[in-house]
């Protein structure tokens, strides 16, 4: 399976995806987004956003769908996460149309730290791809730090990279 691949044999640098700190503004992200993820020739999947501290370590991920989730307002966010029915779709998205409008751009004047999708998983250099596929698919995520030592970010394994592997592993074998 996946020949021995490793975290390392897969990872990519950090500074392959634009980075800010924490107490940017979601204003400031949209600006770096729009620059560095939209308007760019080079293609970063996902579209996400690093979020680093004052030295360098690495809090969290910001995606596109993070920043909406910020913009939006709070009263329509749901409580639970259970579906909207089908026949309210339509009403909710006029309201949140004409809403958003109006809290958008005083919700993007809060910092990223607080729409962020915090890092709390990782993998060392030297575990096994199939170690970060487990986390990736059971924690919904699809960028996987890497650290040395638990704690030196040294990279990140994408869940595209992963996927690779392992399928290429199967239709091998």
Known sequence: MSKGKVAKDVMI?????????????????????????????????????????????????????????????????????????????SGLSLLWDTLFDKGAKEAAEKPVS???????????????????AYLMVHNDLALLPVLENKKKFVGLVRIREVFDELSSSILEG
């Not at 700190?21 to 020739?41: C, D, N, T, V």
């Not at 293609?43 to 910020?70: Q, W």
């Not at 998983?121 to 030297?126: A, E, G, K, R």
């Open 13 to 89: 640098d950090v500074f392959e995806f634009p980075h800010i700190p924490y107490w940017f503004s979601i204003r400031q992200a949209i600006g770096i987004a729009k620059k560095s993820l939209l308007s760019s020739e080079k293609c970063h999947h996902p579209m996400a956003v690093l979020v680093f501290d004052e030295k360098y370590n690495l809090l969290g991920t910001l995606s596109l769908k993070d920043i909406l989730r910020g913009l939006e307002p709070k009263f329509l966010k749901p409580t639970t996460k259970a579906q909207v029915p089908a026949e309210d779709e």
């Open 114 to 132: 607080e729409v962020m999708v915090p890092a709390k998983f990782f993998v060392q250099p030297d575990e096994p791809i199939t170690k970060a």
